[in-house]
């Protein structure tokens, strides 16, 4: 699947925004980039998932560990459209929304069969249960941790994978 057939996917408005070599829509209360990639291109075997929701961006702490562990990937990032960073805690549909967007990025990332998914999330801990509870069956991510107990400067020890959401995690135990 193409770049610009997962946005039709989406069913979005195609706005062409290529800003910073990242082309970007709006839709369902989130903004999706997508990096290192252009319209007409496919899916790498990996793709990176960065849920972007705080003020600070996690994008170059991603990219830098993508690079430390040679994964190349291309590499989406949903974020919120309020330029703060921060849902509006006092706002409901703007969290229903954010996770509608999310929930259908991941769902159509599944489609175009990517090997590896893996999600970088950054984001309040109700946005990351509501996503965990929408998406537990779209594309069995590999889940990522920002690691701030390190104690090196090395681009490779700035996230530890600490799960995958598969199957596996639902099974009953003893």
Request: hydrophobic share 40%; with cysteine.
């Amino acid at each position: 699947m193409t770049i610009l057939a997962f946005l039709a996917e989406l069913d979005t408005v195609w706005k062409g925004l290529a800003v910073a070599g990242k082309l970007a829509v709006t839709f369902k209360g989130v903004i999706l980039k997508i990096v290192n990639a252009n319209k007409d291109e496919k899916f790498k075997d990996d793709v990176a998932v960065i849920i972007d929701f705080l003020p600070s961006s996690a994008e170059g702490d991603v990219r830098r560990y993508l690079e430390a562990k040679r994964i190349d990937a291309t590499i989406c990032i949903c974020e919120n459209p309020d330029d703060s960073g921060f849902l509006d805690i006092n706002d409901k549909d703007s969290w229903e929304n954010a996770t509608r967007g999310i929930y259908a990025t991941l769902t159509t990332i599944a489609k175009a069969s990517p090997k590896r998914v893996h999600i970088f999330l950054s984001c309040p801990a109700a946005l990351a249960f509501a996503i965990g509870n929408v998406a537990r069956q779209t594309c069995n991510p590999y889940v990522y941790q920002h690691n701030t107990r390190r104690s090196d400067d090395a681009a490779s020890s700035i996230y530890s994978m600490v799960l995958r959401a598969n199957d596996s995690l639902r099974e009953k135990n003893g």
